[in-house]
């Protein structure tokens, strides 16, 4: 009995050699479909030779198929947070500055006490003036631009580096080729006999500060002291790591992911980000972050420091 089945037997093992050869094939005549992963995704952008923060002006969403999906978006809206990603972003001229196309991804409409846009600078372009008793603060993810203060100094201005304009300070950003730039402004909540004044760095200039019962790399790119009432943090995560802390705070928070990629809970939601997304977080937001892929997770935060709620 068994050596009459042995010729069946061998066929069907015939059979299934092929059908899982044809399935696992490359050619695109496979039987199963497959989007390429996101790991394969993030480790040849890293064996290559992008620049820094490359992501950020050239999102990529996974699998592939879906960035000409009509109508889909990731980007969400509640009232105590709000996760806005690049596929939904509109640009349109920004006002007071020349060649220049703004897309605003946090403002007091949401409920903020500040903005967050990106400016994208083109040839020949040149910034405006933040309103009133408004302070200003850029950083660079592309390109290169010149400042320039009221007292004609200039600084060159590259990928990674940044400034902060103190309310009511001439100044001027331009731009010959091209640049991209986050920008944070807000009205500035003054304290009798401090002031603060302009600062230019970059963030490799900054450094790392002690984080306990945290994993996470800090740099903190404005002072701590009393006169300025936000601070700007770079937190860095290698892949794997996480807040161990769960927060829930008065502070508000606007984020930009530079690098990488993880999930983010903004309240009873998870979020899967990556490079180029934004995020506000309203006080009292629960909120938590783990990376995820196979390089590090780089955000740049917003925070409002030193200031009593009331």
């Known amino acids: 009995m068994l050596t009459s089945s042995l010729p069946s037997l061998l066929l069907l093992l015939s059979l299934s050699s092929n059908f899982l050869n044809v399935a696992l094939s490359d050619d695109g005549g496979g039987l199963f479909c497959s989007a390429p992963s996101v790991f394969e995704t993030e480790t040849a952008a890293s064996s290559s030779s992008k620049p820094l923060y490359w992501k950020v002006t050239n999102p990529t969403l996974s699998p592939s198929h879906l960035q000409d999906l009509p109508g889909f978006t990731r980007s969400v809206y509640k009232g105590d947070h709000a996760l806005i990603t690049p596929e939904s972003h509109v640009f349109s001229p920004l006002p007071g500055w020349t060649n220049t196309l703004g ?19 083109q040839e020949n372009s040149k910034s405006g003036l933040p309103p009133n008793d408004v302070e200003r603060f850029l950083f660079v993810v592309q390109g290169s631009a010149t400042l320039t203060n009221a007292s004609g100094a200039h600084h060159q201005l590259m990928v990674d580096s940044y400034a902060y304009l103190a309310p009511n300070s001439k100044h001027s950003l331009e731009c010959d080729a091209s640049a991209t730039l986050v920008v944070f402004e807000r009205r500035y909540s003054p304290l009798e006999n401090h002031f603060t004044k302009q600062i230019v760095g970059s963030t490799d200039q900054q450094p790392l500060l002690e984080t306990p019962g945290e994993v996470f790399e800090l740099r903190k790119l404005l002072p701590p002291s009393l006169p300025y009432d936000f601070n700007i943090h770079i937190m860095d995560f290698q ?14 928070h606007g984020l930009l992911l530079l690098e ?20 506000w977080m309203a006080p009292f937001v629960p909120q938590w972050y783990a990376a995820l892929g196979k390089t590090r997770s ?13």
């Open 103 to 121: 897309a605003y991804l946090i403002t007091p409409a949401m409920g903020s006490h500040f903005v967050m846009y990106l400016a994208k600078m």
């Open 239 to 252: 892949p794997g790591e996480f807040l161990n802390v769960k927060e829930v705070h008065y502070n508000q």
């Open 260 to 279: 990488g990629q993880g999930i983010y809970r903004l309240g009873d939601s998870w979020y899967p980000v990556q490079s180029g997304d934004a995020i």
């Open 298 to 310: 780089r955000y740049l935060l917003y925070k409002d420091v030193n200031r009593n709620p009331l």
